[in-house]
């Protein structure tokens, strides 16, 4: 089994709790726990980083899609360098009741892929892809309320991660 392989099967068995996550609180009785949701990270971001070894500039709007069953993300990324490099993404999220989250990514490349990963407190992980292709991952981690640091990664045939996107961005509404 190939190390690529072998962390698809991982991750598609990964539970949601990790040893990094805060523990959460116990219930207090006769009070609902809030269901875990993408609401801390709604709305409109923008920032600069590097992506693919060059300065890179980046838009993300994310929303409750117009049913409210889920969260919709808008992305847009533009690399300076010869040549340019403009990529655009559209991609829909649900979260259930323990924090995994499902949904689908489609990008200006046409391509389409699903999507798996977890959510804490302040930070958002998805894996996408498939083996057959590749196996990626991006992290939205909320610095504050403000700020968000979003690194994307994708799984090498060694079993580990090679970033080549990380971008900080501010809050804009």
Do not use: C
């Not at 089994?1 to 040893?19: E, G, N, Q, V, Y």
């Not at 699903?114 to 939205?140: K, M």
């Amino acid at each position: 089994m190939t190390a690529r392989w072998a962390m698809a099967a991982l991750l598609a068995i990964a539970s949601p709790a990790a040893a990094d996550e805060p523990v959460p609180a116990a219930p207090t009785p006769g009070i609902a726990a809030p269901a875990p949701s993408l609401a801390a990270w709604h709305g409109s971001w923008n920032g600069e980083g590097t992506a693919f070894g060059k300065a890179a500039t980046a838009t993300l709007v994310i929303v409750a899609a117009p049913d409210g069953s889920a969260t919709a993300l808008a992305y847009r990324l533009a690399v300076s360098g010869a040549p340019p490099i403009a990529y655009a993404a559209e991609a829909i999220y649900r979260v259930d009741g323990k924090g995994r989250v499902r949904g689908s990514w489609t990008d200006s490349t046409g391509r389409t892929r699903p999507i798996g990963g977890r959510l804490t407190v302040s930070e958002w992980i998805n894996f996408w892809g498939s083996a057959d292709v590749e196996i990626g991952r991006s992290t939205y981690v909320l610095e504050a309320p403000d700020r968000l640091l979003v690194s994307d990664s994708v799984l090498q045939d060694d079993g580990s991660w090679r970033v080549f996107a990380t971008l900080r961005l501010h809050r804009t509404s």
